[in-house]
């Protein structure tokens, strides 16, 4: 049988981080990973068994392939990635421990993916073959070239009939750089997806509502009522309910809500011991489209992906290397001794 | 006074772990510590003061000199383990966090100690002196061979005089892989015991029984009692409950029960923070049997034994090297600020 | 505006530790860091951004000078610092975890530090230009010559109106070396300081009180009271409280007490995942320091220097290198979601 | 232009080695690289713009993951490579310095790739489209399956018109193992190249003659001679001259010889600083195989061939992953200066 | 008496490398130094007991707070170093090793540095109470505005009566980046200069000579002859003359030239095991400026630049912190087995 | 049949030394290996096959645990150690490269070792069944309790029959801290010795004769003519010739001369690549006493020790883990390629 082609099309991202809870630059040392938003999709879907690939930018030098490299150790096809003069985008991280929590210092402007024009990509090339394509908030952030290539992806794959899924994932620092109209671009984004990963706070910048409601489901069913009015062909949207009692400790569960009212709860889970949060948002992301893409039900898409997600936190990197099998086996015992 | 001699056979085998919470190979990078479940109770014992020798077979290479070097490191003598051509067996750890399980890979097939055949040892002289015998289950699994060295073992030391100290754990998948009559063969070795580390589980596989007990510890009696009815020679049966609230989080109990009725309780202890859990089991055994050859009441040993189980859960490695003054700073004080 | 000067008198010293959470040379390799009860509040004051100059002595080696070095990288002025032949003191660290407490083994007998004599130090000149002396109690433990020195630069900044900020620090087994009057020095220290950071057991010591009150707190409040008549000069007393769930889970409340009956209280956090516990004290009293300083209230004050002091056992090391903004949104929001 | 297509059966190793210098396990850890000779001819081939695939087979767990994952970093299609229940072939190494020799233990016995059946493979369907194939000496020398999957493939190659590239990597202990007909096996890969990498050495073992010419390269050109006699489909003889002044300083020159007469040298080059002497041969034997790829002559083959076996000795790992320009950077001019 | 007071100008680099001799991201971590050419120079000069500031610019975040913090461990005052919103100027480094030249991946674009113009400087006071003005020609090659501040500097300082030295570090790729009148600039710089470290090359490209000398001495005495004339002002030109004969064994000797007609040579010493090459220079640099600012005539202050230039080569990082003692030791004795 | 025992005495030393070619706390980390002059003697000997017992003091503490349990896994029996209240003897070590030459830096005064009186030995027990007493002339250096300790030492052994092994290794700056006799000293070991390891500059400073000749062995005979002379109970005197090219190569040859009037000699070896030349001399030592212990004649005997410096040189830490087999295979063949 056929696996399902999933292409996602964003910035691929050189993490320098602190090494286990020092200080940036405490000691001399900096460990490196493999990120970005889409791509930390990327992984997920190609680990969860689907054809996945990379579309994108990255800097001709030595960075840019360790980070094509990566992708393609875990299984990505980075044939769509295209390789120029340029500066890989960077950021440092130090990671947080109880009171002090972690801190992203980014280093990415003027990176090749940012300088990139719309009329570096061949969409229907690139698209060929494509059942999904995956965009995020993130690209269109870095400037008007980014998010005109972004939304010319999305237009391109809905005439395509390839799907879209979109993960707001909304930085205002980032749009501010530029003076983009965050709410414009991303309304034609919205505008293309049969999915987006959005809560109430993404629709309240997109559509400009406001949720006043005191209970934080409440919001987002508000929101999505919204968005389904608002976007005819958007059938999904999904997002996760954080809280963060300390830096290692945080309580996280999880809606999907469909066009045809369908209502899927994850209740929180309680997540302990934790090791890396980044890309947390991302692997409950790529969660719930394997499940969708598999054809479960909604409610067990919405598990798949917040069990995901937990996983995410206890393993260091952007990347959520786990398998179907292993996501499953948390949902079905959550039994916690060695696996021998 | 003569201190009191304990012998301990059983496998070394080397672990190759990933680093900190990393995934296996997730970095290109192990970090290895010597264990086996015999091993690492002769290591406690040797901290806890006693003269301890370790029985057995190693490669003759520089990984079988690593592992024997190691015991002796601890004080452990090893002029009882043989070194012959072959290969060491390894397992692959990777420590889990969180929802995450830590799991094993184990490498350790046709190992130089699993391929020694009953002829290779001289139990005469290798007990000669010995006031205790210690095996576990995990050996004779191994292969005839090895089942056969072990129980030729355990009824020469009864023979000898010299008491015997038998840890079930049970492990399926190796009894499996050569088809072994795992409730035959360890029946032979509970009937040398004189004291057998065991709970209702590994009862049921050696004495058939069921255990339908709502109540853990009902169940861990009912066992005992079965236990000290078929084995006449048996003395005590010691098991901790464990529960496993999320990897870094578990609670730990432990009960030690005698055939004269004596039944004391470690009540559970919650044990945070978990650095290392492999080899929490045979921290507990060494410190139950160091109370007991001590003389201390079975209460004492129980709870020097759990005790001995919780710092184990917090060292690196699947050897406990704690003296019996940190132990019992634990039981006494149970203060964690720093010690100047 | 004129910078607050303030100058710190103490000994440097190196910390040599087990990484992570490692039993000492389990593996054959030490964490080095700088340390010292009077360093480490020279080196959050420097954070705080005061002008901040260390005085004292270290040996005139590669080891006196990465001492000092360090101490500079953090912006503290080292002119002060004295080179001579002789050892640095050291302590080794082993960090623990879960239910086995931290350890310190001591190797700083003999050092450069606690040899020189009172008349190395010309305190006129060492104390120019300051507005507020820091000393601790573990200076003049050290020996008759480090006693004799505290005590010279006390009075000798009283006479220049220099403040002097004492912290009492008292370390029983430093004075049993070399049989010294704990109760006398210290009285004498006490009654040149500004502010005292003591709790009930530092006035048992040098007043002779016992403090029979269930509540802790009414015990601090008797032994400020009698502070505050014994010594006629002190305007502040300063203490945490801490209690140790676990090694990894303290729970840390603080007071602040005037002379004019203010009374300020930092409700107890509960301080999880502790990464370096080691030097918590220090960053409190720093930032009490830094409030009085600053002219904020007592209360802002107590809750300075208890946010400090929770973000400095999330950090490797003694020191607490952390911005006066960073103190400020603990308290200010409380959020431990990842800052980008 | 269609890239050319190379396939290269063989084992895929994992290299345990000893940190730097040190003795295997004089400190607890182990550094992690992928080899195989195969292998890392097609990581070279990958690098050098060549689309590669690699056949064979791994272990079905976190290590043969491992092992593709890398491969895959590096460019090469690891669609071929089988994942079945079992083990992985593992090399232990110590490198040496000066007068200490590096040391490899194998243990590698029993591995999945070992215990493959010639059934295991379908050799049409895995050589389809390929333009070479590349085998070597080793893989026939783990057992009798692996021997006949050997010949299978190289014989197929043969009726399929697929060249064949067979590296002698002649290694006594492997068929001693299992009392394999190395001189028939190897016979008869022999009969079925187009290029063999062997040296005198080589040829005595498969065609029984000896050599006593006292010029090293006399007895290469008198084992050429016999080989092209032996073998008429035979093109051209290979092999590089190897003298060791020390550990870290090697003398290494090169012969490409052809059935038509050609006779090309590569000058021997001094090797100084030697990182990784490992996969040296391999690489040289990639280098070669490009340049007559590419329609260079022999004489530009051989050297570009010598080049990237001197790049080989400074990189850490079997792999050697130099670009074309690399090589040819090293050819054209012998700078050694910072490259700005 | 009162110390030298050396200013030096320029930007502070990351630089960001891979561990020994392993390929850029071979394994994920990467080690950090600080460096840039000028800094280099105030470290030496801080070591040989000089009083030494630092000028320039460094991003307001914790790199750049890195990058000062290091220069003050080593001594060197970082008042005069602005700290303002924007990036820092990384440096990524691959050490070579026997045939592999070692590489460097510029990161450096649009740096704070690079960005901070011409009125962002307050020369009067940076200047004052200096005694020497140190600069090299990367600051100017950064752009139009850095080209602009580095020129007012030197016109400043000659007008103030401080002395310039000036470092040629000719880089045509940065010129090439903005098209920058690199012989003009350059002209402007050297008509400031007291002291140009520079050689034929530089000066080929200052005054458009041809220096078709056979002798690479006679070319350096010919373009001196140029310089003097060319510069009224300029007393002295210094250079090394370096070979490559592998990249870990470089033949390194050096020429002082005086408009007085003194010419100091030092002969060529053979430079094996080398660690670090990077900073040679600069360690070059300073170790003459320091022999002439202490009095010493020119062959001892030549000497004493190239024994400190090889000194550098064995040492990690951009620095070279050694003392004049070590200097000294090297040219008295050029004993090499331990000192204790 | 019995294996000869040796017993040494003297202090276990920790090094903490800077990684790699890294200067001093250039960064945080300090690796850490046990040694000293005898202890290294020791461990050579386990390692060639004797048995061999340490005895002295250290500290009951984690770091004198530390040191015996390195001692331990090396083969050593350490039961002759005594653990007191104290502190252990400590070194720092920066190993040099090319140029720089590596520097330790002492922390040794006030050891428990140097503490210990003559009356905590009992030398009767402790030399009970021993066949060899090794001792070296840094015991006596530490301070006058250590002198007559180590004199107590050979003249109990020489009394026993025990033979006696001494290695001058005169260490002048030792002696000076407590102005101690040692020329008399020396001169009371020497004349308890079967062999001493010594050349013309010890027996200057045991016998007081001055050595004019020019060449070096000319010297060696002369004092060897001396001590012979002088000594009548000596009966070999051994040296090595060393001379350093640079800190990564030197030159080594080696003599032993008898009373008999038989020379010895070891032609010199050119050692490059040094990785750790730290306890050269004590390789040399243990080889020739092995060399003697074996039965070998005097040519054979210097040339295994010889040969074990040689490999010493290889090696990281204090020690020399070679057995016999791997010192002959450097005599026999000196092959470098690797060891498959």
Redesign the interface.
């Known amino acids: 049988m056929r696996r399902t082609r999933v292409v996602c099309f964003g910035e691929l991202l050189l993490r320098?981080g602190a090494p286990?809870?020092?200080?940036?630059?405490?000691?001399?040392?900096?460990?490196?990973?493999i990120g970005g938003a889409e791509a930390n999709v990327a992984v997920s879907l190609a680990h969860f068994g689907h054809e996945v690939a990379m579309l994108g930018t990255v800097a001709d030098?030595?960075?840019g392939a360790?980070a094509t490299?990566?992708l393609?150790?875990?299984?990505v096809d980075t044939a769509g990635v295209r390789a120029v003069p340029g500066?890989?985008g960077?950021y440092?991280l130090?990671t947080?421990?109880?009171?002090?929590?972690?801190?992203?210092?980014?280093?990415r402007?003027?990176s090749a993916f940012a300088l990139a024009t719309p009329h570096d990509y061949d969409w229907n090339a690139l698209l060929a073959g494509a059942d999904w394509l995956h965009l995020s908030g993130v690209s269109p952030a870095l400037g008007p070239d980014a998010a005109q290539a972004t939304i010319d992806a999305a237009r391109r794959a809905r005439e395509l009939g390839v799907r879209v899924s979109f993960d707001g994932n909304f930085?205002p620092?980032l749009w501010q750089r530029w003076q983009g109209d965050a709410a414009g671009v991303l309304r034609e984004l919205f505008a293309c997806a049969d999915i987006v990963f959005a809560d109430y706070r993404d629709i309240g910048v997109v559509l400009g509502g406001e949720f006043p409601q005191e209970d934080v489901r409440e919001r987002v069913r508000a929101a999505a009522a919204m968005a389904f009015e608002a976007f005819p062909q958007l059938r999904w949207m999904a997002c996760t309910q954080?809280a963060?009692?300390?830096?290692?400790?945080?309580s996280l569960g999880a809606m999907l809500l469909g066009r045809d009212g369908t209502e899927a709860l994850a209740p929180a889970?309680?997540?302990?011991?934790?090791?890396d949060?980044?890309g947390g948002g991302d692997a409950f992301a790529a969660g719930v489209l394997h499940g969708l893409i598999d054809g479960q039900g909604a409610e067990a898409a919405v598990r798949f992906g917040l069990?995901a997600a937990?996983?995410k936190?206890?393993?260091?990197?952007d990347f959520n290397?786990v398998s179907v099998a292993e996501v499953e086996?948390?949902i079905g015992e959550g039994?916690?001794?060695?696996?021998?």
Chains 1, 2, 3, 4, 5, 6 share one sequence.
């Not at 630059?25 to 990973?33: E, I």
């Not at 936190?313 to 990197?317: A, F, L, N, V």
């Open positions: 320098l286990g809870r020092e200080l940036l630059l405490q000691s001399p040392r900096l460990d490196v990973h030098n030595p960075l360790a490299g990566e393609r150790r875990h299984g500066r890989m960077l440092f130090t947080g421990a109880g009171h002090r929590a972690s801190e992203v210092v980014y280093d402007a003027d930085r620092k954080r963060t009692l300390s830096v290692d400790h945080h889970e309680s997540v302990t011991g934790i090791v949060r980044i069990a937990c996983l936190h206890t393993i260091p990197g290397p086996a948390l039994r916690f001794d060695v696996r021998r």
